[in-house]
């Protein structure tokens, strides 16, 4: 794998949008502000947390569907600061309770229908639900 240079503009580019983020941002979003492929800018990111400690993991954000968590990435505020730690992933009854959440009246609904063998319940409950 090729070696990043540090005379190369995006190392110089990249940080300068990272020291305008007050929030940090993500390798993704990033890689789409300097122009370079995400792949690349992850280079960059490890020169630039490992080799120079310059930045640091600042926070994780959720994905909006499943997966890990992405790290959000800040400049260092002081030269000893650590990275933030990768929040534990989701237990099985986390799971659970939030499928049941989302999905409870309309299983609750299919069931009431079976019983009674009403088809109506099932569409009468069904106009209720949060999508």
């Not at 300097?34 to 640091?56: H, T």
């Not at 030269?79 to 939030?98: C, F, I, L, V």
Request: charged share 40%.
């Amino acid at each position: 794998m090729p070696r990043v240079r540090r005379e190369q503009p995006p190392y110089k580019l990249g940080l300068r949008f990272l020291a305008e983020a007050p929030d940090g941002l993500s390798a993704a979003e990033l890689a789409a502000l300097v122009g370079i492929a995400k792949r690349n800018m992850l280079e960059y990111i490890k020169i630039w947390k490992e080799e120079d400690g310059l930045i640091r993991v600042k926070d994780w954000r959720k994905q909006k569907r499943s997966g890990d968590p992405t790290p959000v990435y800040a400049l260092k505020d002081f030269p000893d600061q650590k990275d933030k730690r990768k929040p534990a992933p989701m237990t099985e009854a986390e799971k659970q309770r939030r499928y049941r959440e989302k999905y409870g009246p309309l299983i609750r609904a299919r069931r009431r229908g079976q019983r009674t063998g009403n088809p109506k319940v099932f569409k009468m409950l069904l106009e209720g639900v949060k999508k």
